[in-house]
């Protein structure tokens, strides 16, 4: 018997599945979330898989949280260890008093267990191999027999479950029937030979809402729809590839014309990244609303082209779901790490725009909107998903478009503004604002044509290496950022209940951790105001919210503290009031390592001189 007392806890509990990668228990796992949401639970699920096909281990880990939590917590309450490779590794995860699910078919010894855990050992294989003889059935089976055994542990309603199995087998009569015997061989045997419910249970809620269930990475490519996109252009690359699969797919249903069944889009696998840029940066100087998407790598093969759609100042959006790096890094693992690659990306001075989402509901609202600041800004938009965004299903907010909306296609000059006598030059800043007017090909038989180039030109773009024309354009390039700051969304702050010397900025896909995060250090006695970052130029809130506390946490999940870094030097903050809270190790985030980073540091500060904290 173990030495602490059992986890007992309803409908708020970590549960994480232990496999070996080609198994078949993606589907298995997936079923599980799925299933509580169908109690009326939240869930939020994160899978953490090799990037080999098969063999390798990978993690599921589901978060049970009524009360909303989607970030990832941190440790285990209940393993489903099914990957010995992985065991030991499995067994330290697990939260004392929490619970060890294992194949308990053959033996292992006493060594292989914690006495502060309790175990459930379920004879999984000879289960399957006294009812299946396929040896691919067993395999496939194994899963579902054990998700109907955790069914019986956390006191599940099976119907529920074998309702999402009739939806996912619709008309595969075969298929579901098998899928709802093993679901049951597992439940039965359990509720036979175990103590059923465990103290993690699972009771029916009212806490989903009108959310929805979705990818971001979907979600993105269905804002690219919306917003106007035509043509997409991408070379394959982990793990911004099903983005635009996603977009073919939504095209195949929302873009083709009724009458005649055709088309009304473009989808490019170049031969490779740098390729993929160049069609973009032409279909965009065509007129077309293009993008890209890819990852760190790609990007640091797109810099050429990036570098000319600011400087000839060519509409573009791309699409970074980023991973690990640098090289090839950890192609399946999550990280911030391409903020300072993209904000500066190319060579020479550059500066471009970035939108921050935290969630699949932002990615689909930045996708869209990326298009119209693309072209209102005639530059190189680009949206910073991650892996943990991407590739995982969230609940957010449902998705919602307003069919009234217009196209903004920025600053164009028409044939009857040409006609009227409007004096046209292509980098003439006739506002003030830095944004010149442009013009489609082929807009006047005469008037209005000009030469695009990546040289050195004048305001209307004759070729020249004069140093004041150059210099004149570079500084035109600057006022136009600055004006983006007020165009792109702006960030979001919340103020902690009482009045605070202390802040923290944060931003993308560490939200919901934070929004976890700020309960756990208020129950420390630790109070913070908090402003998430949505967006790169930083609106002058950024600035005012860092003067008016003593110390600023800034959280990201990059080694270098990349957006720490990026307001250092955009706003010449003294970086000592700036303190990194940086994770790396290519997992999620989780509520308690920021929880616990921050509030180590406050306890210092009631130690220590204000200027003497160590970073």
């Known amino acids: 018997m173990p030495v602490q007392s059992p986890l007992s806890s309803v409908n708020d509990f970590v549960v994480r599945f232990a496999n070996v990668n080609g198994s078949g228990s993606a589907s298995a796992n997936e079923l599980f979330a799925r299933s509580i949401l169908r109690h009326g639970v939240p869930v939020s699920p994160r899978n953490i898989f090799p990037s080999n096909i098969q063999g390798l281990p990978t993690w599921y880990e589901v978060r049970v949280t009524e009360e909303g939590h989607l970030g990832a917590r ?4 209940l393993m489903v260890a099914m990957n010995p490779q992985t065991w030991d590794k499995d067994v330290a995860s697990i939260e004392p008093g929490g619970y060890l699910f294992y194949d308990s078919t053959k033996p292992l010894p006493s060594s292989k267990f914690r006495n502060d855990i309790n175990v459930i050992g379920v004879p999984l294989t000879a289960i399957t191999n006294s009812t299946y003889s396929d040896p691919r059935q067993r395999q496939l089976f194994k899963n579902i027999i054990y998700l109907g055994a955790l069914s019986a542990l956390l006191e599940m309603d099976p119907k529920l479950i074998e309702q ?15 899928n709802v015997h093993a679901l049951h061989l597992g439940r039965d045997w359990a509720l036979q030979n175990v103590k059923c419910p465990i103290g993690l249970r699972v009771r029916k809620a009212d806490k989903v809402g009108d959310r929805i269930f979705i990818e971001g ?17 991408w070379y394959p690359i982990t793990p911004s590839s099903s983005l635009a699969d996603a977009f073919a797919a939504h095209c195949k249903k929302l873009r083709h014309d009724p009458k005649t069944g055709k088309a009304k889009y473009a989808i490019v696998q170049g031969e490779d990244e740098l390729a993929s840029i160049g069609i973009v940066v032409g279909a965009s100087w065509n007129g077309a609303r293009a993008f890209t998407a890819t990852s760190g790598p790609g990007i640091s093969l797109m810099q050429e082209f990036i570098g000319l759609s600011y400087f000839a100042e060519i509409p573009a959006v791309i699409m970074n779901v980023q991973r690990a790096g640098p090289s090839t890094g950890m192609p399946t693992r999550t990280q911030q790490c391409d903020i300072l690659a993209c904000a500066y990306a190319s060579h020479g001075d550059t500066k471009h725009v970035l939108l921050f989402p935290e969630d699949p509901a932002e990615a689909f609202e930045f996708a869209a909107q990326a298009f119209d600041l693309a072209e209102q800004l005639q530059t190189t938009i680009f949206v910073m998903l991650d892996l943990d965004i991407g590739m995982n299903h969230r609940l957010c907010r449902p998705l919602k478009w307003d069919d009234a909306r217009q196209y903004d296609r920025g600053k164009v000059m028409t044939a009857e503004m040409l006609d009227e006598g409007r004096d046209f030059g292509r980098y003439l800043d006739v506002d003030g604002d830095g944004i010149p007017y442009r013009t489609y090909p082929g807009a006047h038989p005469t008037k209005g044509s000009y030469f695009t180039r990546g040289t050195s030109r004048d305001r209307y773009a004759r070729y020249s290496e004069e140093g004041s024309v150059y210099a004149d354009n570079m500084q035109r390039l600057v006022r136009k950022f600055e004006t983006a700051q007020d165009m792109v969304p702006r960030p979001l702050q919340a103020n902690a209940e009482r009045p605070t010397k202390y802040g923290v900025i944060y931003f993308g896909s560490t ?5 976890e995060a700020i ?6 006695g630790h109070l913070l105001d908090r402003m998430r970052i949505r967006a790169f130029p930083f609106h002058s809130s950024v600035a005012s919210f860092i003067a008016d506390h003593d110390f600023v946490y800034v959280v990201e999940q990059n080694r270098d503290a990349q957006l720490r870094s990026l307001i250092v030097n955009e706003n010449g903050i003294d970086p000592v009031r700036l303190v990194p809270i940086r994770h790396f190790d290519g997992t999620p985030i989780t509520a308690r390592f920021i929880a616990g980073a921050i509030g180590d540091h406050q306890d210092q500060l009631k130690l220590t001189p204000l200027r003497k904290v160590k970073t």
């Open 74 to 77: 941190g440790g285990v309450d």
């Open 519 to 524: 309960e756990l250090l208020e129950a420390r």
């Open 164 to 178: 999402l199995i009739g939806e996912q087998y619709k008309g595969k009569e075969k298929l579901l029937s098998s």
């Open 511 to 515: 939200a919901p951790a934070m929004d």
């Open 217 to 233: 990475n979907s979600a993105a490519a269905l804002g690219a729809v919306y917003g106007g996109a035509t043509v997409c252009a």
